[in-house]
Each structure stands twice: as structure tokens, then as C-alpha cells.
């Protein structure tokens, strides 16, 4: 063989070296970018199970306590900020919705200390429950 053949073996040897670490390093890419948006999915998840969660025990509470008005409706205010926050993927005021929620299940946790017999029921039980097992 001569020089020239050689050296062209060479550059194309290389050449393939480097495209196939390319096509590599985009397919590891391209699997990240998977990872974080099925990650980001199952956050989502939580989130919209918790939102589903609160108007139940919410419902259950409220036979209870009827005269704490303002938590039901720091609830519904907290719930429709996270509403209109998913369907327009604003995470800011996502995480803003997320902590109007706590706050609500705060004040929730102290109308329940209020009222005894509310730890008793098992609708309220379970729902509790499913909430911490969310949280």
C-alpha cells in the first residue's frame, strides 16, 4: 500500500471513530432528556393526586367543622391556582399552589385536633392516609 492509501484509512478511521462517539453522546442526551421528563411526570402525578385528594377529605371534614368556611375555600382558591397553573406548565405557580395547600391542610390539621370524634371516622381515616402516603 501506498502512503497515500494509508493516510485516507487513517482519516476515515478517525472519522468513524468520532461519529460513532457523536451518535453516542446523543443517544445518552436524548435518555436524559426521558429521565427528567418522566421524573417531572410522576411529580405532576403527585401533585394532581394530592388535588384530587383534598376535595374528598374536604367533603368529609366539613360535616364536622361547617363553621371553618375559610379553609374550604383557601382549598378551592389554592386547587384552581394549580389548575390553571398545570394547563399553562407555569411551575412557579405551581409550587405557589403546592404551598397554599399546605398551608390549607395546617389549618386542617388543627380543625381536626378541635375535633375528636373526626379522628374516629374511617372515611376521614383513610382519606388522611392516602394523603400522607401523596405528601
Same mark, same amino acid.
Given at each position: 500500500?501506498?502512503?497515500?492509501?494509508?493516510?485516507? !484509512? +487513517? +482519516?476515515? *478511521?478517525?472519522?468513524?471513530?468520532?461519529? !460513532?462517539?457523536?451518535?453516542?453522546?446523543? /443517544?445518552?442526551? !436524548?435518555? $436524559?432528556?426521558?429521565?427528567?421528563?418522566?421524573?417531572?411526570?410522576? +411529580?405532576?402525578?403527585?401533585?394532581?393526586?394530592?388535588?384530587?385528594?383534598?376535595?374528598?377529605?374536604?367533603?368529609?371534614?366539613? *360535616?364536622?367543622?361547617?363553621?371553618?368556611?375559610?379553609?374550604?375555600? =383557601?382549598?378551592? $382558591? #389554592?386547587? /384552581?391556582?394549580?389548575?390553571? #397553573? =398545570?394547563? *399553562?406548565?407555569? +411551575? /412557579?405557580?405551581?409550587?405557589?399552589?403546592?404551598?397554599?395547600?399546605?398551608?390549607?391542610?395546617?389549618?386542617?390539621?388543627?380543625?381536626?385536633?378541635?375535633?375528636?370524634?373526626?379522628? #374516629?371516622? *374511617?372515611?376521614?381515616?383513610?382519606?388522611?392516609?392516602?394523603? =400522607?402516603?401523596?405528601?
Amino acid at each position: 500500500m501506498n502512503k497515500k492509501a494509508l493516510t485516507w !484509512i +487513517v +482519516v476515515l *478511521g478517525v472519522l468513524a471513530i468520532v461519529v !460513532i462517539w457523536g451518535v453516542g453522546r446523543y /443517544n445518552a442526551i !436524548i435518555t $436524559a432528556e426521558e429521565n427528567v421528563n418522566t421524573a417531572w411526570s410522576q +411529580v405532576e402525578n403527585q401533585y394532581q393526586r394530592r388535588a384530587d385528594l383534598i376535595p374528598n377529605l374536604v367533603e368529609t371534614v366539613k *360535616g364536622y367543622a361547617s363553621h371553618e368556611k375559610d379553609i374550604w375555600e =383557601k382549598f378551592a $382558591a #389554592a386547587r /384552581n391556582l394549580y389548575e390553571r #397553573a =398545570k394547563a *399553562g406548565n407555569d +411551575v /412557579n405557580q405551581m409550587e405557589e399552589a403546592n404551598r397554599q395547600i399546605s398551608s390549607a391542610l395546617a389549618r386542617l390539621m388543627v380543625v381536626q385536633e378541635q375535633y375528636p370524634e373526626l379522628k #374516629a371516622d *374511617g372515611h376521614f381515616t383513610t382519606m388522611m392516609t392516602d394523603l =400522607k402516603e401523596t405528601e
